[in-house]
């Protein structure tokens, strides 16, 4: 399957807008789509609840990289960010199968995991956590998540030639996030989405790369990926976070020391050739 054209969806958020010069950088002819048109003068502006503009836009693509979402369940009441995450996701979906685009990237979360808007405190099934751990989300952000890689297997079952990948982002750095990282850092931690995402990061140049790699790995079927870097933000050992915030009775694997992540991003490496770069305050690795 030969990528050439491709719709970029949330083209003027965070890691949309990286993504589509990433692309461009490669070569890629790329469509920019998104509510709004700040980033790109040839943005598409649609909105992805309504299927026909989604059809319309995706039309005559051979590839599409969903990011358009509400990115947390913060801003917003709870219908409207699971409504929003999980009908752009369908309609995305059903555009392709209706137009026979065999090619969807769409961002997932770590938060499909449960633990970063949790009601409930619990702990992890084992650590380091891979793409086989159970999603165990109960916040409405998570469960859209979590919907949305439903969505992507029950697709695969309707058109199998289909090549679907969800990315289970982290919390994404850019130069604004890095500022509160590093005062972060050293400090209290707190029982806050940073919490919940067990101290994890990916710089969003490394989101954008991880995107255009999952467009290029075009086997059928479904994949999940854990796109974070390999160790966490924080000063102390992650054991010792792990035994403050996650106290209980699980597995913890022998090779996790130091400040290694509690979440295991080596199924991105081994499949999509992807490896963070970047470090928390975005030097290189």
Request: with cysteine.
């Amino acid at each position: 399957m030969t990528i050439r054209k491709a719709l970029v969806s949330g083209a003027d958020g965070k890691i949309g807008r990286v993504t589509v010069s990433e692309l461009i950088d490669h070569g890629y002819d790329v469509t920019p789509a998104d509510k709004q048109g700040t980033q790109h003068l040839d943005t598409q502006l649609v909105d992805f609840e309504d299927l026909g503009q989604v059809i319309g836009v995706m039309r005559g693509h051979d590839a599409v990289i969903h990011l358009a979402a509400i990115p947390s369940p913060s801003a917003h009441t709870a219908e409207v960010v699971f409504r929003n995450n999980v009908i752009s996701t369908f309609n995305v979906l059903e555009a392709a199968a209706i137009l026979a685009i065999k090619h969807v990237v769409l961002a997932s979360s770590i938060s499909a995991l449960g633990y970063a808007f949790r009601y409930r405190h619990f702990v992890p099934v084992y650590v380091p956590i891979d793409e086989a751990h159970p999603m165990l989300s109960q916040d409405c952000y998570g469960l859209s998540k979590m919907v949305g890689e439903t969505l992507a297997e029950g697709y695969l079952r309707r058109m199998p030639e289909m090549s679907l990948t969800s990315l289970r982002f982290t919390t994404v750095v850019d130069d604004e996030a890095q500022g509160w990282l590093k005062a972060a850092r050293g400090g209290p931690t707190r029982d806050d989405e940073l919490y919940g995402a067990f101290w994890t990061f990916v710089d969003v140049r490394d989101a954008a790369s991880a995107c255009r790699l999952a467009l290029e790995y075009t086997r059928p079927g479904h994949e999940a990926y854990n796109i974070c870097a390999p160790s966490t933000y924080r000063e102390e050992d992650t054991r010792d976070l792990l035994a403050r915030h996650f106290s209980g009775d699980y597995p913890v694997a022998g090779e996790l020391q130091g400040r290694a992540s509690p979440v295991d991003p080596g199924k991105a490496e081994r499949l999509l050739g992807w490896k963070a770069r970047y470090d928390w305050d975005r030097s290189a690795l």
